[in-house]
């Protein structure tokens, strides 16, 4: 499923956040009738748990704590630390290089989907896998896949029901930091973490409010969305074949979806890891072009075959 900072925040209308509701409770319906027994979240990150003085490609959180951005959960994740040591293990024996973490940050890109489909962020054991994104340089999308299939590889070994999921939105374009034009200030949190004060974060929170007003009144000059982009992408998912998107260069994808459509990233990770114990049919199928989230906003649900 798709994220957005506005979703906890005052500007979108009634009518759109009660139409992406419905979807959510579709989703919530589906996740409680499995009932899962661990939760695995591939998810990017907005500058608040990772950062330009290491940013890796990819990074399981051995433990886990919500930074509390855009009014989402603050404080630690109930995260198996032993699992996440052994998927760990597991995806680097596979051959795909991934950090890990012993006191991750996360943000609402990780925390907002377990908030909406749980109730609560701690509801469930997770563990959470970051996939960058965001920060320029990006490696390839076949990457995400084999990070995804060996996380599904290890997943079907442990005799347990886990819901794997993506947290991500289709094309968007919105005003995150970028390291090569960031003021110094700026520079200085993208780069070395400073903490934001709380007027610091209530300016984000202004700015982004007056950023989304703008893009959906079409007075602003970020990258329009692209919903035959994103149909072409689900379309694709849908039908499983992930190959295809291996195929998908970062200049193309950026072209097509807009600097944050990378995080579509953290859907071929997750639909990877059930492609991983074979074919797969999605169930749950929403898609909807939100100017006033500054994103197309998609949610799907998926099981084997």
């Known amino acids: ?45 907005h500058y608040n748990g990772f950062f330009y003085k290491v940013m890796p490609s990819f990074c399981i959180g051995l433990s886990a704590s919500g930074v509390g951005d855009y009014g989402t959960h603050t404080g630690p994740l109930d995260v198996p630390g032993d699992l996440a040591f052994g998927c760990a293990e597991a995806v680097l024996e ?33 563990i959470p896998v970051f996939v960058n994104g965001i920060a320029v340089p990006l490696g390839p999308l076949h990457r995400c896949r084999a990070l995804g299939a060996a996380v599904g590889a290890y997943l079907a070994g442990l005799d347990r029901r886990v819901l794997v999921m993506g947290s991500g939105g289709l094309s968007h374009s ?41 893009f959906a009144g079409g007075a602003s000059d970020l990258q329009p969305l692209n919903p035959a982009w994103d149909h072409r992408f689900l379309e694709i998912v849908d039908a499983g074949r992930l190959a ?50 500054i994103a197309g906003f998609a949610v799907r649900t998926a099981v084997p075959q």
């Open 94 to 126: 596979a051959g795909v290089d991934v950090a890990v973490s012993a006191s991750m940050d996360v943000d609402h890109g990780t925390v907002q989907p377990l908030e909406k489909l749980f109730g609560a962020a701690t509801a469930c054991p997770v």
């Open 244 to 293: 295809d998107v291996e195929q998908w260069s970062n200049s193309f994808v950026s072209h097509e979806g807009g600097s944050s459509a990378h995080e579509i990233r953290t859907w071929v990770a997750a639909f990877a890891a059930l492609e991983a114990v074979g074919p797969y049919r999605t169930t749950v199928r929403y898609y909807k072009p939100a100017p006033e989230l």
């Open 1 to 45: 499923m798709s994220h957005s900072p506005l979703l906890n925040l005052p500007g979108p209308s009634r009518a759109l956040l009660d139409d992406i509701d419905g979807a959510i409770a579709q989703a919530r319906d589906f996740a409680a009738a499995f009932d899962p027994e661990l939760v695995v979240i591939f998810s990017p990150d």
């Open 174 to 214: 919105p005003p995150v930091p970028a390291l090569a034009t960031a003021s110094p200030a700026v520079r200085e949190r993208i780069v070395h973490g400073r903490p934001m004060t709380d007027e610091q974060r209530q300016a984000r929170q202004t700015a982004v409010i007056e950023a989304a007003r703008d």
